[in-house]
């Protein structure tokens, strides 16, 4: 295997373990040699999706049988020796340090924003009765959800709402580039369709981030037709979106759209003072744009020049050691279109290596959570610090 475990002996609270093995067997086995057998609030899972799922979850979950395991597919893997692929990397929280709680939120596509308020609720109530002693300040949320399911918005807003101050961050499940089928895992089971909510309240100093390295520029387009539920923009500016698209952010006429091009030139939504990336997945056929977030007639988007990728996740890294001190880990959900970026500019080794650094774990998302907000091409997670001596 040669990777270095995380034990609970650097003082963050989290070991972490990887596996490349070939088969679903072989990876538990190495993740269950790597991460402490008990003593455990959670275990959290990111798992390539060249892996089966079900059999995938079913299995670490047998063999961790007394600890709850969560987690989801991915579009690659944050792993501890830096940016991955067809691996399965997973977070071991000690009890000595976190209490966890988890809800899963299934059947989406029939979700109410009554639901997401009720389970947010009733998760923070279980989080007291659960442990009595408990410091809302001291608590946050990671939310986990189907990546193709369209209803991250909805879902995120409800949630939020619910948990009053407790910051809440999270990513959408991927399936490397396929975007067919992804899946979050709860209970030995594997759910599509689905979201997890998990609660974590520690004594670790930690802070939540979102990082990403656009700056707006002056050209706007307004969607003036779209299928909203399907996220598919028809027309920019009452032109043909993608050759719209094309004009605006300076792709040359001729220049086919991929999702290289998409990563390179996001559109931005200006929400209260603020701006947020909306990325592209794809072009239609018929010239329309097929969006990873939710888009709507009469929304003005805004054209992105970028700034320097790996600076501005150093500045980030700097940023959270001067809030919390010494962090001995990030747990990061970082957009696929940031590494698909990252490598048309040649720039994947430098940011993985970064990564490694400064121990950033997780997985590569199809859109991120911030507060109430769904987000593409962004950077977000927890910085947890060291535990006091």
């Avoid at 270095?4 to 086995?29: C, H, L, M, Y």
């Avoid at 500016?237 to 001729?254: L, T």
């Amino acid at each position: 295997m040669g990777q270095t475990d995380f034990r609970f002996s650097d003082a963050s609270g989290v070991a972490v373990a990887k596996s490349k093995a070939a088969t679903v067997d072989g990876a538990v086995a190495e993740l269950a040699a790597q991460l402490p057998p008990d003593g455990l609030a959670l275990i959290l899972v990111f798992l390539s999706p060249h892996y089966d799922p079900h059999h995938f979850i079913a299995e670490i979950s047998r063999q961790f049988d007394t600890t709850p395991v969560c987690g989801c597919t991915t579009a690659g893997e944050l792993a501890p020796d830096g940016w991955d692929e067809n691996s399965v990397v997973a977070l071991a929280f000690s009890r000595a340090d976190f209490t966890a709680v988890v809800r899963p939120i299934l059947n989406l596509d029939s979700f109410r924003v009554e639901d997401g308020r009720r389970i947010g609720g009733e998760l923070c109530h279980e989080l007291l009765r659960v442990s009595p002693q408990v410091d809302r300040g001291n608590s946050f949320g990671l939310v986990l959800i189907d990546g193709l399911c369209r209803r991250e918005e909805a879902v995120m807003s409800a949630i939020y709402a619910s948990l009053d101050d407790i910051p809440i961050v999270g990513g959408s499940a991927g399936d490397g580039l396929r975007f067919e089928k992804t899946w979050v895992f709860f209970e030995g089971h594997a759910y599509t369709n689905a979201a997890l909510l998990i609660l974590l309240n520690t004594s670790l100093p930690f802070k939540v981030f979102k990082c990403d390295n656009f700056e707006p520029m002056p050209q706007k387009m307004v969607v003036t037709e779209a299928d909203i539920e399907s996220r598919t923009v028809k027309e920019l500016n009452a032109e043909p979106a993608a050759e719209e698209y094309s004009r605006m952010v300076g792709i040359m006429e001729d220049a086919k759209l991929d999702p290289f091009s998409f990563a390179s030139h996001p559109v931005l939504v200006r929400v209260g003072g603020s701006y947020f990336a909306r990325s592209i997945q794809r072009v239609e056929p018929d010239g329309s744009l097929h969006f990873f977030c939710a888009i709507d007639e009469g929304m003005v988007l805004t054209a992105a020049t970028s700034r320097s990728l790996v600076g501005s996740t150093q500045d980030l890294f700097a940023q959270m050691q001067d809030q919390i001190g010494e962090v001995s880990l990030y747990i990061g959900f970082e957009c696929l279109l940031r590494r698909l970026d990252a490598e048309q500019h040649q720039l994947a080794r430098d940011m993985s290596e970064l990564y490694r650094q400064n121990r950033v774990v997780g997985f590569h998302t199809y859109g991120e959570q911030f507060g109430s907000m769904h987000v593409n091409q962004t950077f977000t997670g927890v910085a947890i610090g060291r535990r006091q001596a």
